[in-house]
């Protein structure tokens, strides 16, 4: 068989979505979308609900890709979007160009009804274009939360289905990830686009805040790390701004074992954030001190160098109470290329200095750093998991583990075995450049967090045989 029809053969089918979603520079030009593959006796069953390119919006589906809800209000910008107890579903709302947030934090019901909104935390100005007649448009001063990435609900530490830990949907405080615009010249010459966390009341009043510029001694840098965040942070000039750590998630630890035997870094109350660009993942207590940290630099002791550096990374967060492996961290280990220290050819300024061209996820203990799962491909074969940015991982009430391999829009579930038992491929293709279908967040809910729908009939997709399946001629 000639190269080209092997390749025709391969990419076709439906498995082949375990392999095409980690090509990093060959993407095949067709493949299945929608579910590729389902055991419905092997699954944790329910919906799912991702985010999608604009102007998509928030997706509810069930297991057999079937879209039940769509709200295109709620855009990732990025999200996430969540659905809560009784069908409600929280996310941004409008972005703010050219900035990587949503003007407003909300929360709908069902029908699209608008039940909370948060908007005041500072007031911008609009991005200002032309349009169509070369009249401009724009450029006004509103009001805005700058929320980005992400936000937690009272009642339920990390966002995703645990029992008895349901999120508030009539009270309760919200814990949000913002912006703020800052000039430190200790840490850069040039304006940052700092990471700000509040905490509202159900009223809006702000009870909390932090302030990460505020803390930079307490992040692990090295001098020669500093150095490069000084001389070279990357700079955007249409935002006038450096995001220096990107922060691209923020949990609260939720109750646990740790803090139960007395390791007061671990209060229930704390808060987890992830600094992407700079390898950090971190803890914050409620007095605002980093309390607990993981990097930058993995070779700072034996048992971060056995974990292994983590790079680029999405939704580190203590797997909460009641789930298999509660206590212990979870994390979306992305690769790519994130840090500052080091200058080589590939990183002659000393940013993005460490990186890796493969994705794992990672399970372990946060008190130790032993390694208690792992999922990833071997070396030869690294390409078939790899998503540089974006992604999510969740675990599930049997055992299993949702991930969430966001860049090329791959969803798909494993068994503590590794067992691919559900995989999907989002059909959802945003229309702004670049042209993507990424899903930064997706989460699996149960069926009665939604009462407005009858639980759908669950039947297995079972993938052709690779050898056989062809696209007809035409």
Known sequence: MSRNKQLVAWILFPLVAIVIATFANSFPSVFPTGTTIYDPGKTWNGYTIHDAPEPHGGVLIDKNGNVVKQWKGINAVPGPARILPGGYVMGGDIPRRPNQEAIALLQLDWDGNEVWRYDRMEQVVTEETENEDGEKQGGETIWSARQHHDWQREGNPVGYYAPGMEPQIASGKTLVLAHKNVTVPEISPRRLEDEYIYELNWQGEVIWEWLASDHVDELGFSERARKAIHRSVQWSESRQ??????????????????????????????????????????????????????????????????LGQIIGQHNPHIIPAGLPGAGNMLVFDNGGSAGYGFADPAAPNGRDSVRRDFSRVLEFNPVTLELVWEYSIGATEKFKFFSHYVSNAQRLPNGNTLVNEGSDGRLFELTPGKEIVWEYMSPFIGTREPISRRIFRAYHVPYDWIPQLTPPTETAVIPPDISTFRVPSQ
């Open 241 to 306: 701004s450096a995001d220096w750590l990107h922060i691209n998630s923020l949990s609260y630890v939720g109750p646990n074992q740790w803090f139960d035997d007395g390791d007061e870094r671990f209060h229930p109350d704390n808060v987890i954030f992830s600094a992407r660009a700079a390898n950090i993942i971190g803890i914050i207590d409620r007095g605002g001190s980093v309390v607990w940290r993981l990097g930058p630099d993995y070779t700072s002791t034996e048992a971060s160098k056995q």
